[in-house]
């Protein structure tokens, strides 16, 4: 590992007394660094791959994890559990679905049905085409379950006319969902909080489970994502996050770059390593990102 790694890079694989934060800008080698600390968390007999979890944004960045540190080990079929937030959830609830009244086998709602049912249910409520479309409310409901705001508290807080139909818009979409057994994507991050929080044995099974967590892109979690973590990573503190504060782009789908300026305050104590050599671009290419990017406001 020593011989393909530079010294920041092999001070991140083996810090592990301590939770990690690791800024990584674009071609700085953070998947090399992610690969090689499971590879270095196996090898050593830190912590058995069963024992480790993984978490990245795409099922391609999952699958190329997989893949690399399973040629680092030289080793087929790890028992590792790397997967998108959404497909770890998804697991937690196929397993533990009877805990919170639901149904192992859950259908999982994609944008299209999302609409479909929406569209049944502004039908119902007689709300007009230019005062609400389906995928407006399709948007609204996904931007506050980011935020963790649930129908009940949005009807208390409605005031005006158009906030009240998207509260009854929000609470009918939720029951209908329930009724078809069905979860749209920020469900599968929101339930396993309230399956934690409602069932601590089951919470203490999964903390067990995944002694140490990985996170590929952290800049880009959201509200339910950062408590999903906490709550996991609370009873061993042992978790390596990488992410890059200049790259968080994704906050129309409420990305909170809070959660990366701020991680030194959720986890007392962390390390932090700066991935700062770039192997992918050149040195004008370097310069002209850096004169755009320094100009950002809340960077570290």
């Known amino acids: 590992a020593k011989r393909l790694l530079n010294d920041i890079q092999n001070q991140a694989v083996k810090s592990i007394e301590n939770p990690v934060l690791i800024f990584a800008g674009a071609g700085s080698g953070k998947t090399r660094v992610l690969t090689h600390k499971i590879a ?14 993984a978490l990245t944004f795409t099922n391609k960045a999952a699958k190329e994890m997989i893949e690399r540190s399973s040629m680092i080990l030289k080793k087929k079929n790890l028992s590792l559990k790397i997967g998108t937030f959404h497909s770890i959830c998804a697991f937690i609830l196929r397993e533990e679905a009877k805990h919170i009244n639901l ?51 949005q009807i208390k807080k409605a005031r ?15 029951v209908s969902l329930r009724y078809n057994e069905a979860l749209d994507f920020d469900d599968l991050i929101l339930l396993p909080l309230e399956l934690f929080d409602s069932n601590p044995p089951v919470l203490d099974k999964y903390q067990e489970m995944w002694k140490y967590i ?41 990305a909170e770059i809070n959660n990366i300026l701020n991680f030194k305050k959720t986890f007392i104590g962390c390390d932090t390593f700066k991935l700062e050599k770039n192997y992918r671009s050149t040195v ?6 850096y004169a755009v990017v320094s100009n950002n406001k809340r960077r570290v």
């Open 40 to 53: 270095y968390l196996i090898e050593k007999n830190i912590y058995a791959p069963e024992n480790i979890l």
């Open 103 to 153: 149904s192992p086998n859950f259908v999982i709602y994609d944008v299209q049905d999302q609409l479909d049912l929406l569209k049944i249910i502004l039908n119902d409520l007689n709300v007009p085409k230019n005062i609400l479309t389906p995928n407006n409310a399709r948007n609204i409901i996904s931007s506050m379950k980011n935020k963790m705001i649930f129908p009940d508290s």
């Open 160 to 174: 005006t006319n158009f906030e009240k139909i998207i509260a009854e818009t929000y609470k009918s979409y939720q």
């Open 214 to 254: 990985l996170v590929d892109e952290y800049q880009d979690t959201n509200k339910p994502q950062f408590q999903f973590l906490k709550r996991l990573s609370n009873k061993y503190k042992k978790i390596c996050v990488v992410g890059d504060d200049d790259q968080s782009i994704y906050g129309w789908r409420g």
């Open 284 to 289: 004008e290419i370097l310069s002209s990102a």
